[in-house]
């Protein structure tokens, strides 16, 4: 006997590729997911957020976060849970909500008042078209489709408030608040609670997911007139590798993986970087913490734009979003936990190391300094080219005489 059909706001759209509606997934593994990570920061450094919503179609399951660092050194954590279906419409979890006001340009992000003292209201307007980062990638391992995923990545221009720790921020667009976006949809573990698959023979070799030691360099930054895309991987041997979202090596890409796109309505087309180079990096007190650094990026007509890092922000560590085993049942994202909304809040001060608000450590993983962070990028040939954007930098094994936590 057929599956029940169930018919969704999206069947109005004339979008259908096969016969079913869009409740049902053609892809049956409990890991397939479809989600949102959104990425908001202020010049000063004051606010470094990232908010995220996901659903998990084959497990019934969608949950969202807010992970919140604040310029004293402050995290701020809140993670909500439902059963996805029968309101699989209703972008809403907990307190949290998103509204797609016009796919690709205007969406609303909310996080209403709740025990763990971080809310928000942002609208957010695409500053420039999204840029089809990674294009199906797919993932074999001992013969079996381990794991699939497609990702656009885009910048946004900010408007609205967010609350935390007593403090209001409000904010307008041309204020110089710049958001990042990466919507991915794909195979992947988070759907099991990142648990391996109990019933699998043992993989005689595996490889770190974050590649051989060096640094992964990815980041989003919105200029004045047009918004970055920049992605590779550095070696201590300065070996340099486009790199993509999930850490997969781009080796077709050459040495970078970048996008330059500019303002809905320009005219003008986008392009890429040919080359780079990286020197200058200095460390935070000699943790594994970027704090600043030098980029020289060759351009398709063999000119360099040169600039200068600078961390303007405390990190924000991905695990009080429930990556890595986290939440307080330690089994990680996409997991059936009822309807629930629980959160702490962590002490970040330090360059690597987060306690709790009793001192005691609270130990991330992998590698104890996975964060985020947003960063200042000055052109050092033109003083008013200034862009802001979110930054991961993170090192697997020992880089530039930095060991990994």
Sequence with gaps: MPAPRVLTELDEWPRHQTIDTFDMIANPSPGWSDGYWHCVGDPDGEVNLITALRLYHNTNVIDAYAILSTGEGRQYNVRATRRLRPNIDELRVGPFSQEIIRGLRTLRLGLDENPHDVSFDILWESSAPPYDECPGVRTWVDGRLAGERSNLVQLGDLSGWIRVGGKEY????????????????????????????????????????????????????????????????????????????????????????????????????????????????????????????????????????????????????????????????????????????????????????????????????????????????????????????????????????????
């Design 170 to 405: 409000r904010f307008e667009a041309g204020d110089g608040w710049v958001g990042a976006k990466d919507h991915s949809w794909g195979q992947a573990n988070t759907g099991e609670g990142e648990q391996p698959n109990r019933h699998a023979a043992p993989v005689e070799r595996r490889r770190s997911p974050w590649g051989s030691p060096g640094a992964r360099w990815w980041s989003l930054v919105g200029f004045p007139d047009r918004s970055l895309y920049l992605s590779f991987r550095h070696r201590d041997d300065g070996t340099l590798t486009a790199a993509g979202t999930g850490g997969a090596e781009l080796t077709e890409l050459g040495r970078v993986h970048s996008r330059i796109d500019y303002p809905y309505g320009s005219g003008r087309e986008g392009w890429a970087y040919a080359d780079l180079a990286v020197s200058d990096i200095e460390f935070e007190d000699g943790f594994p913490r970027l704090k600043s650094a030098r980029l020289d990026l060759t351009r398709p007509d063999g000119g360099l734009d040169r600039f200068l890092l600078e961390t303007v922000s405390k990190p924000v560590y991905m695990q009080g979003g429930g990556y890595w085993g986290g939440w307080d049942d330690g089994l990680g994202r996409g997991v059936y936990r009822g309807d629930l909304v629980e959160g702490e809040v962590w002490d970040v001060s330090h360059p690597v190391i987060v306690r709790d608000l009793n001192g005691a450590e609270v130990r991330q993983r992998p590698g104890g300094h996975y964060a985020e962070l947003y960063t200042r990028y000055a052109n050092l040939d033109d003083p008013d080219d200034v862009g802001l954007g979110l930054q991961e930098c993170v090192f697997i094994g020992e880089y530039q005489g930095i060991k990994a936590m």
